[in-house]
């Protein structure tokens, strides 16, 4: 402390030195001490601080002035409360100084200041706003000195914007102080008035709101001077942009007054009343409805509004003269004969109508989606014809609004099924105006203004997301508009690589076949661009080279013979390959060069040797030992190994031995790298090097790198273990010789570590399995079948000796048991002819089992061989089977209804009737037996193969389900309509009428396993079934109002899994389904009952099932449906789930969080009745006698309540909402939740675009 003191004081004399450097360099290390956190101030540092401070504001050195300013704002934060009220004293005191100087430097201390206040509910903010507020407000009265004024209000808005709720009491003094400044002659007083209003209204009470809304109205109906009128629309317009939630309520009386003065002469006031309407339509966009048409007519008049120029003339000329009126922007010394001598630009307003008029259109398109075929008709020709536009700013303007149609055009992404777009939808109208689009934009592309073409480039991108390839018949055109940028020397660097990036878009949105003519066209221009000096056109046009080297000849045409077929590229084309090859190489060679390029030109290099290799046999010498060179160095060797995955996996097979001595041990070194993304990619090349190159390396060479796999064989990182063990069985089977005793030694002990874990499935699983098949059939010394069984099974038969219990089955977890059962089946199989001897050693284990884990596992193992072995010829294996269904463990019963059903596939006619039969027969294990049938099904329905194999018995099958259909058990219930489920899929056209039929029973059981095989109908896949389903949807929806609860309940649960997996049947039944799902979301009293516990009674909600799968429906639909919904009518019903059970509640702040992000302007207005709810979430007390999961639970939901309030937090503005602020104030005066909710915040900032707040629906 002494320390800090002693150089304080140093500091202190430094600054009442005559010298300006030396009070400048004093001053400067002040600051610097200042900003760190440790710093702590004594009393009379502080003091003597802070009149130092201000003492220098009044410094003849302007330097000096300005450094004492900014130590204000760390300063605040330093020193105690009094200090600050009195260097606030101070500037407020200077603001009224004759020194003009002095004032400005004391206004700007006053902002520095009031910014760097603490946001907190502590009495420091308030009092020093309470002090400041009184003295501006006399300051803005008092008209004799404008610039006092005119600062006052700057300050006042800064402190309205920041502390607006710590101002309530003040408020009417403010508005009384600041209306009359609306009437001021001065035009810089009127803007900052109105921007101090607008901050205002954010926290002020309805009774004020009203106040001001009346007063701005009763000015603008008896208002005779346009300029009055001007400020006032212009204030409203303000008001609703800051404070839209508010405004809404107000639009009705508003909205017409704005309308009627949209059509006066004045164009200032046109201008202010479309902006105002443009603020309308965005903050008010429930209120506004009514007014829509009338505002896009108004909209689609001035947009053409422009009374001083004829462009009739340039209709004639077919345009020529656009390229005119452009060319005057740019040469200073434009024609003299031209137009612009009869009036002059500087007094031609007009264009602010115009701009005023595009930017309200684009609102209106971009928030009204339900318009959009009325659109198409309407407003598209318009916009089209104003492309001709002559000034800049409104041409911008008028192609953002098209982009905005063109955006909202776009298919949403979540449709997984392309649909033809009928006559009337947006797609199809779109289509038919492409003509009009490209032309109008190439008009603007061929054009002098940069940002104009830019804007025009970007439409054409988003027209080609909008309509896929539809530019086909328009590419030749297009590409003539584009060269000439691309080849210009004048042309500005952004212009080219905006071009470029468009090139690269159009390619790829349309087929090589498409494209391939038009190539020839584009190549010179783009050879051209990779000369370019500047590094970023180089980079983006080698990614065009690389895009048309795969459409110049495409590697991807797979002939009848299941082979690549490659054919020679067109004659035209030949000519070009030397060149693109030359100038690529000019630039992989540089070495000084920035990395973007490096990496591009390899990359381009890899494209080019990989197509084109037979024409570039002669250069391989000079262009692979580069290559070699990149892969050793360290910024460049990933892009390398990916190239030279391309070259090595082309068709064409270039002769890459002069590299492989050199590059194989280079490759083995990278597997030893941290780089994730480095070994993954070497992996994948050395497969692709052993598959087609295996007879080029030596196996020396390949041993060696063999040895660093084994490392990676973990469950680390399944990802890389599977594409190590791809590797490996590569290896195995092409060159079984490297797999050397060492190295099959260290990959061993992996392997069966992987095998055991429960992390093994999916590819990583598949791989294994191949790997081990591989090692059978290489006949590798030490991985013999007998060997490898051995080792497989002997993790299980450890349990045993470890005295297995079923407590010891979990020390092996279920996974693993089914892995190693796989792993077991896939060397049995391999094995050959003493496959069916090993199978009766597990039948023995299995008749008579050591333990449980011995039983289940010998279960799996015939389960898994069964499924590629044909085991009816052993006796009792079906007696052995049936009987293990009858021990106590569900684990061993589970594994044997598995068994059953999957060696019925190895045989079907011999068991699938057998089991149909056990099913009547043996009601007591009917639930297994079904358990059996459904993995016959499930099992066989992947293969074209099993299916044809079942189909002769689905008529058998459908016939004994639909006995089971009103089984009393809902486990099996369900498991029957899987099943139906899955048939239907298999043959739609006969079975999905009969599935209609259940739907109609009289028995509920019967309907409600039929709705559930409605759910299985509809995967993320296309089906066959597909066009069906869509044709009837409708009637498969009408168990949504079924009298039975429990049949409403799992036709929700069907139409969520439609919604989230094809969301194209559901989409256009919307209107008539959700009104029946957000009814069943309200609580309904005649479900909750009493139950009596002993002396307690408890409530039971059954109607809680059904309100939660309602909410859930309504969550997916956020995700792929929000364009068909209303979302106020949708927030209401989540304002009510707020309110409700636990379970509904973290489901509905889940939804408040994806709103916010979807549709943030919405629920901006709707703030308020969100944050109620929230804030009882988190200031509830759990009962003090409650159990520990009542504590937990409670934790949770404040959690969950919290990340809500964060992701309100994030929406634009809704820091100045005084609710809003006022809960998160309150947040963080409970010391329990505040770290949480800066945790939760700092996530929220820091996820880099991953969505926190998506709820897992898998």
């Known amino acids: 402390m002494a320390s800090v003191s002693y150089q304080i004081a140093n500091l202190l004399e430094k600054m009442t030195s005559t010298d300006k450097d030396f009070r400048f360099m004093a001053t400067n290390d002040l600051m610097t001490e200042l900003q760190k956190d440790s710093i702590k101030l004594d009393d009379d540092s502080e003091r003597k601080v802070v009149k130092m401070l201000l003492r220098l504001l009044e410094d003849k050195n302007g330097e000096v002035q300005n450094l ?86 700057d300050i006042l808005a800064d402190l309205l914007s920041r502390f607006g709720g710590l101002l309530i009491t003040f408020h009417p003094m403010l508005l009384n102080s600041l209306l009359p400044q609306l009437a001021s002659p001065r035009q810089a007083v009127r803007k900052r008035t109105i921007v101090a209003l607008s901050h205002l209204v954010m926290s002020c009470n309805a009774s004020l709101y009203n106040k001001l809304i009346d007063h701005l109205l009763e000015g603008l109906s008896s208002s005779t001077s346009s300029s009055v009128s001007r400020t006032h629309i212009q204030c409203i317009a303000s008001i609703c942009r800051q404070a839209g939630h508010r405004f809404g309520e107000q639009l009705w009386r508003v909205a017409p007054q704005v309308l009627e003065y949209s059509t006066d002469a004045d164009e200032e006031l046109r201008e202010h009343c479309l902006q105002a309407l443009e603020a309308f339509v965005l903050k008010c966009p429930k209120e506004v409805q009514p007014h829509i048409p009338t505002i896009i007519d108004l909209c689609l008049k001035m947009i053409t509004y422009d009374p001083n120029y004829n462009y009739e003339d340039e209709e004639e000329d077919g345009g020529g003269e656009d390229e005119e009126m452009e060319d005057e922007s740019f040469t200073p010394d434009a024609d003299p004969e031209s137009d612009s001598e009869e009036y002059s630009d500087d007094d031609d307003m007009s264009w602010k109508v115009r701009r005023a008029a595009a930017k309200c259109l684009e609102s209106v398109i971009a928030t009204r989606h339900e318009l959009l075929a009325e659109m198409y008709i309407t407003v598209s020709p318009a916009l089209i014809a104003r492309f001709k536009e002559r000034e800049e700013n409104v041409k911008c303007d008028i192609l953002s609004a098209y982009t905005a149609l063109l955006r909202a055009t776009r298919p949403p992404p979540a449709l997984q099924m392309t649909i033809v777009p009928t006559d009337n939808s947006p797609q199809a109208l779109l289509l038919q105006r492409v003509g009009g689009v490209v032309r109008g934009a190439l008009r603007v592309i061929r054009g002098r203004s940069v940002r104009a073409r830019g804007c025009a480039l970007a439409l054409l991108r988003e027209l080609l997301a909008a309509a896929p390839a539809c530019l086909a018949d328009h590419a030749a055109r297009v590409i003539r508009a584009l060269t000439p940028a691309l080849t210009d020397k004048g042309t500005a660097s952004s212009m080219k690589i905006e071009t470029l990036v468009f090139v690269v878009c159009l390619v790829r949105g349309h087929g090589g076949a498409t494209m391939r003519g038009h190539v020839a066209a584009l190549l010179p221009a783009v050879l051209c661009c990779v000369h370019d000096p500047f590094y970023k056109v180089t980079a983006e046009a080698l990614r065009v080279l690389q895009t048309l080297v795969k459409v110049m000849r495409p590697l991807d045409n797979v002939g009848p013979d299941g082979n690549i077929q490659v054919e020679p590229p067109p004659e035209e084309l030949q000519q070009f390959i030397h060149a693109m090859y030359e100038c690529t190489l000019v630039r992989l060679r540089a070495t000084d060069m920035d990395q973007e390029v490096k990496e591009r030109a390899i990359a381009a290099c890899g494209q080019l040797l990989c197509h084109f290799g037979d024409f570039l046999q002669p250069e391989l010498p000079i262009c692979l030992p580069i290559f070699l060179e990149r892969l050793r160095n360290e910024i460049t060797r990933l892009t390398t190994v990916k190239a030279l995955t391309k070259v090595a996996s082309s068709p064409l097979r270039i002769d890459l031995r002069p590299i492989l001595t050199d590059a194989v041990p280079i490759l083995g070194s990278f597997l030893r790298k941290n780089q994730r993304a480095l070994k993954l990619s070497t992996l994948v090349l050395l497969d692709t090097l052993v598959q087609n190159y295996s007879n080029a390396i030596s196996i020396e060479l390949l041993s060696k790198v063999l040895m660093e796999v084994p490392a990676l064989v973990c469950e680390a990182d399944l990802h890389c273990a599977q594409t190590a063990l791809t590797l490996v069985r590569g290896a195995c089977i092409r060159v079984p010789a490297a797999l050397t005793p060492e190295a099959r030694a260290a990959l061993t002990p992996n392997i069966l570590a992987l095998a055991k874990s429960p992390l093994l499935q999916g590819g990583a699983l598949k791989a294994m399995l191949g790997v081990l098949s591989a090692l059978v059939a290489a006949d590798v010394a030490g991985c013999s079948r007998r060997e490898l069984l051995a080792l497989l099974v002997a993790p299980v038969h450890r349990l045993h000796e470890h005295n297995a219990s079923a407590h010891h089955i979990k020390q092996l977890s279920s996974q693993a048991f089914h892995s190693l059962a796989k792993c077991v089946a896939a060397v049995v199989v391999e094995g050959g002819s003493d496959a069916l001897e090993v199978v009766r050693g597990f039948l023995r284990d299995a008749a008579q089992p050591a333990s449980d884990a011995h039983h289940m596992f010998a279960l799996l193992a015939l389960a898994e061989i069964g499924r590629h072995l044909d085991l009816s010829s052993i006796p009792n294996l079906k007696e052995v089977l049936l009987s293990s269904f009858t021990p106590s463990s569900e684990e061993v019963k589970s594994a044997a209804s598995y068994a059953l059903g999957s060696v019925a596939v190895g045989n079907l006619p011999e068991f699938l009737p057998f089991i149909l039969g056990e099913i009547e027969a043996q009601p007591k294990r009917q639930y297994l037996l079904l358990h059996s049938l459904r993995e016959i099904i499930s099992c066989e329905s992947c293969t074209p193969e099993g299916v044809e194999a079942l189909r002769p018995f689905i008529p058998e099958i459908w016939v004994q389900l639909s006995k089971h259909c009103q089984c009393a058990e809902e486990g099996s219930r369900n498991v029957v309509a899987e099943c139906l489920g899955k048939l239907c899929l298999l043959e739609p056209k006969d079975l999905l009428p009969h599935l209609k039929e259940f739907l109609k029973s009289p028995e509920p059981l019967t309907r409600t396993t039929a709705v559930t095989a409605v759910k299985f109908t509809i995967s993320d896949q296309p089906q066959a079934i597909d066009p069906l389903l869509r044709g009837c949807m409708s009637e498969l929806l009408v168990p949504l109002r079924d009298p039975e609860l429990g049949v409403r309940r799992v036709a929700l649960v069907a139409f969520n899994s439609a919604a989230h997996n094809k969301p194209s049947l559901i989409r256009d039944l919307l209107p008539q389904v959700l009104p029946t799902i957000y009814s069943e979301t309200k609580v309904k009293k005649e479900l909750i009952r009493e139950v009596e516990m002993g002396p307690f009674k408890h409530s039971v909600d059954d109607g809680l099932d059904l309100r939660k799968a309602a909410f859930e429906c309504m969550y997916t639909l956020l995700g792929t449906c929000l364009d068909r919904l209303d979302v106020f009518e949708f927030l209401r019903h989540v304002e009510d789930g707020l309110r409700d059970h636990y379970d509904i509640k973290m489901l509905t702040y889940l939804m408040c969080a994806r709103l916010a992000q979807l549709c943030p302007t919405v629920v901006l207005q709707r703030l308020e009745s969100l944050v109620e709810p929230l804030r009882a979430t988190c200031t509830m007390k759990v009962k003090a006698n409650s159990v520990k999961q009542e504590y937990e639970k409670q934790d949770e939901l404040k959690r969950s309540a919290l990340r809500a309030a964060a992701a309100l937090l994030q929406i634009p503005e809704a820091e100045k909402n005084p609710h809003l602020m006022d809960f998160v104030t309150q947040i963080k005066s409970f010391p329990d939740l505040q770290p949480i909710f800066e945790s939760i915040l700092k996530d929220s900032t820091g996820a880099g675009g991953v969505d926190s707040n998506l709820m897992d629906q898998s």
């Open 68 to 153: 004492a300013v900014k130590c204000l704002g760390p300063l605040v934060n330093k020193v105690k409360e009094y200090q600050v009220e009195g260097i606030v004293d101070t500037l407020c005191a200077n603001m009224l100084s004759d020194t003009e100087q002095l004032r400005d430097i004391s206004s700007i201390g006053l902002k520095t200041v009031i910014s760097e206040l603490p946001l907190g509910s502590n009495t420091l903010a308030a009092n020093v706003c309470k002090k400041i507020t009184g003295k501006l407000s006399s300051a803005i009265e008092k008209q004799e000195d404008v610039s006092v004024q005119l600062e006052a209000l």
